[in-house]
């Protein structure tokens, strides 16, 4: 069953993305060469905590940290560590927030100095591919429309969409229905109305779509090891369009 939520609860879903998105904010101009994955962790977990929101991922299913750092090949759910960032890194940056109940999720991926032109074409059309799909979440289009728009903006950039993970609907649970692939032809599922809210989170890799989890038991990688990004936000269904909740200006 999928959850409508009223204008009062998209409103708490709204202070929680901002918490996310000031977060991100904050941790994009701290990536450089040199700082650990840990770092980032410590600084989105101080930020969360002063302004009054709860991590959202810290013992979610036993995660131990607050942000999943996802470096290169690393697709989504990296442990943070003791690893630094080094010049020509891809960093995925991904985090929730709960406000009063209501989950905010939202990822990035940023370059880390100088990066690879390849690289850096990767991170475009996977946020490119997230804005499209965002378009394609009006009221009277159906839920397979986001997921078409994801693959074809990939696939027309010769990337691939992975196909194990997917977005989600979003509320008072982190995870919530619908599940929202990233591949699909278009005008299948359910039709999508006002007060809906839903994490949008297209992963993207260079080489083959298909991705293994290491032994930590979380960490996901490219099995060709090659490189992959990964974009997010949490949106709203709403008669004027699509808000975007997890951003600071409302739209991307
Ligand atoms: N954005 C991810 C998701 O929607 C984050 C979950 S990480 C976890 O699944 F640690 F909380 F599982
Ligand atoms: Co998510």
Redesign the pocket.
Known sequence: MIILKSPWEIDLIRKSGRIVAEALARLTKLVEPGITTLDLDLVAEEYILKRGGTP??KG??G?P?TL?ASVNEQV??ALPSERKLREGDIISL???AIVDGYYG???VTVPVGQVSAEAKRLIDVTQESLQRAIEAARPGNRLSDISHAVQSAVEAEGFAVVRV?V??G?GRS??EEPQIPNFGPPGHGPVLKTGMVL?I?PMVNTGSPDVMILEDR?TAVTCDKSLSAHF?HTVAVTENGTEVLTSLNGRG
């Open positions: 959202a991922f979610y299913r995660y940290y999943c989504v759910h991904d985090l929730g999720d939202a990822a993970f977005g989600h979003i982190l995870h994490a989170e979380w997010e």
